[in-house]
T-cell receptor
């Protein structure tokens, strides 16, 4: 259980184009999805948090107009990199967590997708 | 701002040896996660530590949490080549939200290389 998929797994695009990455929770309802970016040999940096049906919350320094996030259903979130540039080349990883009211305090583990490697030429 | 630091950043060790990776964090949190990442891959969950004094073991790996010291350790026993990977700890940042979901802050990572 708790499987998260991403599509595509890799993408190469020209500078100035837009790229959409999908994140799906396959066997649970994800009330919250998180988008991370990882540059080579670095750690994961949280970009934004999205709750189903509401606007995403972006971390400081992340341009919301450049990285458009949509979380229209409990199983799908999308990240669109608009007008991509070479400096946007990175490994993008999503994670999803579902509502879990068992235990004290509530504990909602994040399940990570396989990642999408974006290369902008 | 929550900061999470790992030590060491790089570790090269021989098969059969023991070693410990340390994870320090700067603010109160009672939930800590350990992940493994292979080159070009996403994260694999290893341990979830939910309370002070928690200890979990899986094979040659054992993780512990001391919330008072804001310290977690990942101990490797009798290392084998298959354990070569980058290991991350991550700490919850409890946020007030309608859904009760928390954000993770990741440590710097420890790149472990096991030499045959």
């Amino acid at each position: 259980g708790a499987v998260v998929s991403q599509h595509p797994s890799w993408v190469i695009c020209k500078s100035g184009t837009s790229v959409k990455i999908e994140c799906r929770s396959l066997d649970f309802q994800a009330t919250t999805m998180f988008w991370y970016r990882q540059f080579p040999k670095q750690s994961l940096m949280l970009m934004a948090t999205s709750n189903e049906g509401s606007k995403a919350t972006y971390e400081q320094g992340v341009e919301k107009d450049k990285f458009l996030i949509n979380h229209a259903s409990l199983t799908l979130s999308t990240l669109t990199v608009t007008s991509a540039h070479p400096e946007d080349s990175s490994f993008y990883i999503c994670s999803a967590s579902g509502r879990n009211d068992s235990g004290r305090p509530p504990y909602n583990e994040q399940f990570f997708g396989p990642g999408t490697r974006l290369t902008v030429l | 701002e929550l900061k999470v630091e790992q030590n060491p950043l790089f570790l090269s060790m021989q098969e059969g040896k023991n070693y410990t990776i340390y994870c320090n964090y700067s603010t109160t949190s009672d939930r800590l996660y350990w992940y493994r990442q292979d080159p070009g891959k996403s994260l694999e969950s290893l341990f979830v530590l939910l309370s002070n004094g928690a200890v979990k073991q899986e094979g040659r790996l054992m993780a512990s949490l001391d919330t008072k010291a804001r310290l977690s350790t990942l101990h490797i026993t009798a290392a084998v080549h298959d354990l070569s990977a980058t290991y991350f700890c991550a700490v919850d940042m409890p946020e007030i939200s309608n859904f009760g979901n928390e954000k993770l802050t990741f440590g710097t990572g420890t790149r472990l290389t096991i030499i045959p």
